[in-house]
């Protein structure tokens, strides 16, 4: 049981470059998200998807788009990546977005730099 | 949106003393979330915390949902608790966005 798996790890790209963050999840859970980490602060949610086949805006969903490909993966894409999207990336999921009660589980984030 | 603060910003501990973290939110939820974030960046659930009180080991937290407010307990702290420490919230009427706070900083030196 791998829990929540983010790749890759490590990313350096130039600006205007294009790229897909993958993550994927082994717990059968409902919805899944990604989130931003910038330096000296919390987590900001760019998209969730509360189940499959469905996405949603969060807070900075500029210059991103996601794919729920299945249950099990949430793909993160930059179209033209810029220096402002250097950032640690982690994805999350939890049982359901529908049910209220339930706690979210991170991978262990992808740190992209773009150059 | 939901606001969520975090007190105090970075705390420093000698090894042994206990410590009390502090989150507030600024509207109703129903959905809480402790997190450690270890030196490697790792992200550790804590506890999941919408109302009462709750320990596992050293750690314990306790949520006031009415007074929009949750305190996380670190007592006899050791080095290996350094890093950050983080509240998310997640609304009554939304069951998707979870905000989280700007984190609590806790050094442990030796």
């Known amino acids: 049981n791998a829990g929540v798996t983010q790749t890759p790890k490590f990313q350096v790209l130039k600006t205007g470059q294009s790229m897909t963050l993958q993550c994927a999840q082994d717990?059968?859970?409902?919805?899944m998200y990604w989130y931003r980490q910038d330096p000296g602060m919390g987590l900001r949610l760019i998209y969730y998807?509360?189940?499959?086949?469905?996405?949603d805006k969060g807070e900075v969903p500029n210059g991103y788009n996601v794919s729920r490909l299945n249950k099990r993966e949430f793909s993160l894409r930059l179209e033209s990546a810029a220096p402002s999207q250097t950032s640690v990336y982690f994805c999350?999921?939890?049982?359901?977005?529908?049910?209220?009660?339930?706690?979210?589980?991170f991978g262990p984030g992808t740190r992209l730099t773009v150059l | 949106g939901i606001q969520v603060e975090q007190s105090p910003p970075d705390l420093i501990l000698q090894e042994g003393a206990n410590s009390t973290l502090r989150c507030n939110f600024s509207d109703s939820v129903n959905n809480l979330q402790w997190f450690h974030q270890n030196p490697w960046g790792q992200l550790i659930n804590l506890f999941y915390?919408?109302?009462g009180t709750k320990q596992n080991g050293r750690l314990s937290a306790t949520t006031v949902a009415t007074e929009r407010y949750s305190l996380l307990y670190i007592s006899s702290s050791q080095t290996t608790d350094s890093g950050v420490y983080f509240c998310a919230v997640r609304l009554n009427t939304n069951a998707g966005k979870s905000t989280f706070g700007d984190g609590t900083t806790l050094t442990v030196k030796p």
């Open positions: 717990m059968n859970h409902n919805s």
């Open positions: 915390i919408p109302s």
């Open positions: 998807s509360a189940s499959e086949g469905t996405t």
């Open positions: 999350a999921s939890s049982e359901s977005g529908i049910a209220l009660y339930n706690e979210q589980f």
